[in-house]
């Protein structure tokens, strides 16, 4: 009678826990964070950009006609760096790599992000450094998602070596400089 009572009380207790977590997740919809308004990623210099002294951040915000993305880097070269989101959130290796290809959950092929034509959804275009080696970058890009399915959060972005072409299939814009991750910022 006694074991039989206490395997009562553990079938109830675990009905309590059971029930807890059941009401974690009957409560998720209010405990998730409203949808992020703002995303920041601050540049980390594989090693060929190290040499260089490559430093920035690149800002996100949620905006009515889309995202806008604010980049301000310095220590480039002069000229244009092809400028994209990958799919890896992932700035550990020296070269840059380990943030992997394009990112690009339609499917599409490689394109400019200033004409209407298909992209890869992390096809950001060129930054352009000017002869101190300072670029500038702030354009509103309609199709940039913060949340839901595609959203950019916890991707990486990369500054390449050489100028995106918008050849097929990425852009024959060489070696990687910095990597970053892009992370949810307190929104303004
Ligand atoms: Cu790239």
């Given at each position: 009678m006694r074991i039989r009572s206490l395997a009562y009380a553990a079938t109830a207790a675990g009905a309590v826990v059971a029930a807890a977590s059941m009401g974690v997740f009957a409560q998720g919809p209010d405990m998730k964070m409203a949808a992020p308004t703002k995303a920041i990623a601050v540049l980390i210099p594989t090693k060929s950009g190290a040499l260089k002294g490559i430093d920035g951040t690149i800002t996100f915000t949620k905006v009515e006609k889309g995202t806008r993305v604010v980049a301000k880097i310095t220590g480039l070269p002069e000229g244009k760096h092809g400028f994209h989101i990958h799919e890896?959130?992932?700035?550990?290796?020296p070269d840059g790599?380990?943030?992997?290809?394009?990112?690009n959950p339609k499917g599409m092929v490689h394109g400019?992000?200033?004409?209407?034509a298909p992209r890869?959804?992390?096809?950001l275009g060129n930054i352009v450094a000017n002869k101190e080696g300072v670029a500038e970058y702030d354009m509103i890009d309609p199709?940039?998602?913060?949340?839901?399915?595609?959203?950019?959060?916890?991707h990486g972005v990369v500054i390449h070596?050489?100028?995106?072409?918008?050849?097929?299939?990425?852009?024959?814009?060489?070696?990687?400089l910095a990597v970053a991750v892009i992370g949810i910022a307190k929104g303004e």
């Open positions: 890896f959130g992932d700035a550990s290796s790599k380990a943030a992997g290809g394009h990112f400019d992000p200033s004409k209407t890869h959804l992390g096809d199709d940039l998602p913060m949340s839901g399915a595609n959203s950019i959060i916890g070596e050489k100028a995106d072409d918008f050849g097929q299939p990425v852009g024959n814009a060489g070696g990687r």
